[in-house]
């Protein structure tokens, strides 16, 4: 079951209180897909390739082609 808005939320927060940069980078990419607007979704989708990097996260190269298709990324 998809988290909602208020879960997923509070994940981002405790995530940031311990620090767990990992996570982070998968939380920020779920937000991005949720699509409150493109500028925002854009926003979230560059902190979680930001965390992604930090992490050598999975999601680095699908978050780098993401923001590179829309320009937001060389």
């Known amino acids: 079951m998809p988290l909602s808005d208020q879960d997923l939320e509070d994940q981002i927060i405790r ?6 940069i990992w996570l982070l980078a998968k939380l920020y990419a779920d937000a991005a897909e949720r699509g409150l607007d493109q500028d925002h979704n854009f926003f979230l989708a560059t902190q979680a390739y930001v965390y992604a990097l930090q992490s050598n996260h999975p999601l680095k190269s699908k978050l780098h082609a993401f923001l590179k298709s829309h320009g937001r990324e060389e």
Do not use: P
Request: hydrophobic content about 35%.
């Open 15 to 20: 995530a940031h209180e311990i620090n767990n």
